[in-house]
């Protein structure tokens, strides 16, 4: 099993500014890397997949980058709703794997 | 639109099982793969299998595989997760999340989630 490694577990980012969130693989998981955005009592937004692509309706502010183990999600200028836990997934081998999130919080 | 809408929450003595639905809507239900994804209290998200709605293949998380079963009614566009031989751990959210299409390829990446629903086991 890929285990996923988010980090750090929480950050403090002053809105406006810029915020990036760093996700490592095991192994190898090519460009088959999602991130999500999750709010409190709501199910997962899926942000980007394939590394690098934003999903359908995603702000432009939100880009992802990175391929094999090492991944990261950039939040160009932090927006208030963007407070929130993000998790990475790959989704290059069974069994599908989550990282243990990161609580992005305002300072 | 496109959606999926679970069942409502259950609560279940340890031991017991649990059969939760997912009825999808808005979409060729046969064209996209469900995972089942469920999160504890306070805990992260955690995938715990996925099937084909075309051809019923499944894929489960190694942990679970002994204890679940995903299936699907294609006449109905629904999905299942069965859960059996309950445990106190087992409480969670439990969702369930369509593959992603984006014009040109799928992808297992889950654009499509199901509201929740709650499971707690509890004696």
């Known amino acids: 099993e890929i285990v996923m490694t988010q980090s750090p577990a929480t950050l403090s980012v002053s809105p406006g500014e810029r915020a990036t969130l760093s996700c490592r693989a095991s192994?190898?998981?090519?460009?088959?890397l999602a991130w999500y955005q999750q709010k409190p009592g709501q199910a997962p937004r899926l942000l980007i997949y394939?590394?690098?692509s934003r999903a359908t309706g995603i702000p432009a502010r939100f880009s992802g980058s990175g391929s094999g183990t090492e991944f990261t999600l950039t939040i160009s200028s932090l927006q208030s709703e963007d407070f929130a836990v993000y998790y990475c997934?790959?989704?290059?081998?069974?069994?599908?794997?989550f990282g243990q999130g990161t609580k992005l919080e305002i300072k | 639109q496109v959606q999926l809408v679970q069942s409502g929450a259950e609560v279940k003595k340890p031991g017991a099982s649990v059969k939760v639905s997912c009825k999808a809507s808005?979409?060729?239900?046969?064209?996209?793969?469900i995972s089942w994804v469920r999160q504890a209290p306070g805990k992260g998200l955690e995938w715990m299998g996925w099937?084909?709605?075309?051809?019923?293949?499944?894929n489960y998380a190694q942990k679970l595989q002994d204890r679940v079963t995903l299936t699907t009614d294609t006449s109905t566009s629904t999905a299942y997760m069965e859960l059996r031989s309950l445990r106190s751990d087992d409480t969670a959210v439990y969702y369930c999340?369509?593959?992603?299409?984006?014009?040109?390829?799928?992808?297992?990446?889950?654009?499509?989630w199901g509201q929740g629903t709650m499971v707690t086991v509890s004696s």
């Open positions: 999340a369509r593959d992603y299409y984006d014009g040109s390829g799928y992808y297992d990446a889950f654009e499509i």
């Open positions: 808005g979409y060729t239900f046969t064209s996209y793969g």
């Open positions: 099937i084909s709605a075309y051809n019923g293949n499944t």
């Open positions: 192994q190898s998981v090519s460009s088959n």
């Open positions: 394939g590394a690098s």
């Open positions: 997934q790959q989704y290059n081998n069974w069994p599908f794997t």
